[in-house]
């Protein structure tokens, strides 16, 4: 005997961005397959150059022009202190 209902809910994918990100000032920002890839090729990059992700990091942006922009990634982690 089964107890529940198996069809799919239609809310599942409409969820409010109620929570907070205190890293963030309380900001949630939106996530797309396009940013899931570009987080896992930073993940990549940072295994690559050999950094620890449990290690403090900084992302900066740079450039004058909105469509010239870099982004600067840096490891506070590895700052004399």
Do not use: H
């Not at 239609?10 to 990100?21: A, L, P, S």
């Not at 490891?75 to 004399?80: G, H, I, K, P, Y």
Request: glycine share 8%; aromatic share 8%.
């Amino acid at each position: 005997m089964s107890v529940g209902n198996l069809e799919p809910e239609e809310n599942v994918m409409q969820q409010e961005q109620t929570e907070e990100d205190p890293s963030r000032g309380g900001k949630v920002y939106p996530v797309t397959s396009s940013t899931t890839q570009l987080l896992g090729d930073l993940s990549k990059a940072i295994y690559e150059v050999g950094w620890d992700f449990n290690d403090e990091f900084e992302v900066q942006t740079a450039g004058t022009f909105k469509k010239d922009k870099f982004l600067c990634i840096k490891n506070r982690s590895l700052e004399t202190k």
